[in-house]
């Protein structure tokens, strides 16, 4: 049996027993068809953190009788890292209890990161869970430790100090260079992270009721890869996630929708699912509902169903697997301009090379674009991807995964990736390539966005007092001093004049600089007037005369992430190891110590996804369009495309 009339088998399979339990009366429920991988990697499980259960001695608090369980676990990347808190009570509360946990993590060798939340088990429960959003700066797994306070009462039973996470805490590295995917299992509580030994990607698997519900806690993803049916039973029990999910792609992210049909026939569906427009490009043959006749304007919008252009492939098949000295771990490129600049990097060096079969990649060049296997379309600033079948990725997270072995997951194999799975792949943006830049590496455009003349070495005003400084101490000095006979007053008059034109240089660019905070943005923002949803990227640049006290101020869905200046590797370290504080409000969040610097540039990528009101109302006026700007901005100018 070939394996294409196999896949079909198992789908006619599994239809039959969906139709079977619908006539039971069984609960809806999803049904996973357990394919096997069409290549022979056998998926390896990665460290990506644990879960710990306190009192670690006793069943509960010796003070509090409460126990306290922390899940640490999820994709190894850049972003904001969902963990989950849950406390628990034997017994039914009597009042409610005011729970408040403060989560510390190591951000290199000196940093620390402190996150503040608190929640309540209401009267009469006997569990309540929270999750706090905890900033990933670096791909290390942290390592964590915590204070717990029970109505304001710290409790040492439920607390762990740094000095037991070590040995209580899991801790390991991602190799970072794979693509981070989440998909959906049926078992709860998994939360589990595999990967090929050759690290091209990772997948970490969650039940459907487990998706996070904001968007923020996507923001360690490259891509989301889930069936249409899984898709729209996320929706029925999830609707939150659902949403979420939705947003996180609007904000740059990347959904893998499988099993639209072998025609593409069940597009439909999922535009209507996700708000999308039904139109493909021309050049994309599908059959049935899909089917659509597009004129020429059609052919030449931006927003339609279109296959991947491969522009950019590595004729060669090199393979070159990397060592990223500041971590140890290997790194697999295929990209031919990835290799290119790795190879320029001090920070890695060539481990080995290979060269894959002609025929595998005569067989990816060949083809031109994707339309065999998917076809995407924009959706705000992210991406969805519609697959005639089961993306590999999807038949590799159901593989039974091997033993936990960090070494073999980092060792070069010979094992080939599907040519489907290939193309997808070149074409995810990683994590450092979408946003432009990594939290814990130097940014060489850095002085791009400097507030303008802040921060800044007066170089005239200084050449001005230096000279002046010269002529007084020097030549005018001797002459008075001969003049009036006390040339030997030399001695007190040199030192006292350097000192009043250090004071007068410091004075200066103090009150020139002055004491306030000014902020320097350019951003970029899409707004979805039909749904009211929108996204913004922006680039933020503060410069401090004195840092405040009460630090910054943010809503709770904007993402920021700092951008490293890259005058010298040692300014890395300095901010890589901040010492930065986060305390989570229920509409706000305060970032009071470490985020701003006195005198210092400082910059953050922002990103925000959200529901808002802020709209152009356009009105059609005889041969003119009326446009009323309720976006709250000054517009320059405005273009409108109509059918």
Not at 23 to 51: C, D, E, H, K, Y
């Amino acid at each position: 049996m070939t394996t294409l009339n196999r896949k079909r088998w198992d789908r006619a399979f599994c239809s039959l027993v969906a139709c079977c339990a619908g006539l039971m009366g069984a609960a809806p429920a999803i049904l996973f068809a357990q394919t096997r991988a069409v290549w022979s990697a056998a998926p390896v499980a990665q460290s990506n953190g644990n879960t710990v259960t306190m009192p670690l001695k006793r069943p509960v608090s010796r003070s509090s009788k409460l126990s306290l369980m922390i899940d640490t676990r999820w994709s190894q990347n850049y972003g904001y890292r969902p963990v989950e808190v849950t406390i628990k009570s034997p017994k039914p509360a009597t009042a409610d209890r005011a729970i408040s946990i403060r989560l510390n993590t190591s951000t290199g060798w000196r940093g620390q990161l402190k996150v503040d939340q608190e929640f309540k088990l209401p009267k009469g429960s006997t569990s309540a869970t929270t999750t706090i959003a905890v900033p990933q700066y670096q791909m290390a797994t942290p390592f964590y430790w915590w204070d717990v306070r029970i109505d304001g009462v710290k409790d040492k039973d439920l607390s762990l100090e740094k000095v037991d996470a070590y040995g209580v805490m899991q801790s390991g590295y991602s190799a970072g260079s794979g693509a981070s995917f989440l998909a959906m299992t049926i078992k709860s509580g998994q939360r589990s992270l595999v990967a090929p030994n050759s690290m091209e990607f990772e997948v970490l698997s969650l039940a459907a009721a487990e998706f996070p519900r904001r968007w923020i806690d996507y923001t360690c993803l490259d891509a989301i890869t889930l069936s249409l049916d899984e898709l729209v039973f996320l929706q029925e029990l999830n609707p939150e996630a659902f949403q979420s999910v939705r947003r996180w792609v609007r904000a740059g992210g990347q959904l893998w929708v499988n099993d639209v049909g072998d025609e593409f026939q069940r597009l439909p569906e999922l535009c209507k699912l996700l708000q999308l427009d039904e139109s493909v490009a021309p050049e994309v043959k599908t059959g049935g509902d899909a089917k659509r006749a597009v004129d020429a304007a059609t052919e030449s919008a931006w927003v339609a169903w279109r296959p991947v252009r491969f522009v950019n492939g590595n004729p060669e098949g090199q393979v070159v697997t990397f060592m990223d000295h500041t971590t140890g771990q290997t790194r697999t490129v295929r990209d031919a301009d990835i290799i290119a600049r790795l190879q320029y990097d001090s920070n890695y060096s060539m481990v080995s090379q290979r060269y894959e079969s002609g025929d595998e990649v005569s067989l990816l060049q060949s083809s031109g674009d994707s339309a065999r296997w998917f076809i995407e379309q924009p959706l705000g600033l992210g991406m969805v991807r519609a697959f005639r079948e089961t993306n590999d990725v999807s038949l590799f997270q159901q593989s039974r995964p091997a033993v936990n072995a960090n070494v073999a997951a980092n060792q070069t194999t010979s094992e080939d990736l599907p040519p489907s799975l290939r193309s997808a792949l070149q074409s995810v943006g990683r994590w450092s390539a979408r946003h432009g830049m990594a939290p814990d590496d130097a940014s060489l455009d850095f002085a791009n966005l400097l507030v303008p003349g802040m921060g800044l070495a007066p170089v005239n005003e200084f050449r001005i007092l230096i000279t002046l400084f010269v002529l007084l101490i020097g030549p005018a000095n001797y002459w008075l001093l001969r003049r009036w006979r006390r040339l030997h007053l030399m001695v007190l008059t040199v030192p006292l004049a350097a000192a009043i034109v250090t004071f007068a240089l410091f004075a200066y660019a103090i009150v020139a600089d002055g004491f306030g905070t000014t902020v320097r943005a350019h951003s970029y923002t899409t707004v979805d007037q039909r749904t009211g949803e929108t996204a913004c990227w922006a680039r933020l640049s503060y410069y401090s005369g004195l840092a405040p006290r009460a630090g910054l101020t943010m809503p709770t869905d904007v993402a920021m992430y700092p951008i490293v200046p890259g005058w010298n590797a040692g300014s890395i370290d300095a901010h890589v190891n901040s010492k930065r504080d986060l305390r989570w409000e229920p509409d706000e969040a305060r970032l009071s110590r470490g985020w701003l610097r006195s005198r210092t540039p400082t910059q953050y990528l922002t990103i925000r996804a959200r529901k808002s009101p802020l709209r152009l109302e356009l009105q059609p006026v005889r041969e003119r369009m009326r446009v009323k700007n309720e976006l709250g901005a000054r517009i320059e100018y405005v273009v409108v495309v109509d059918d």
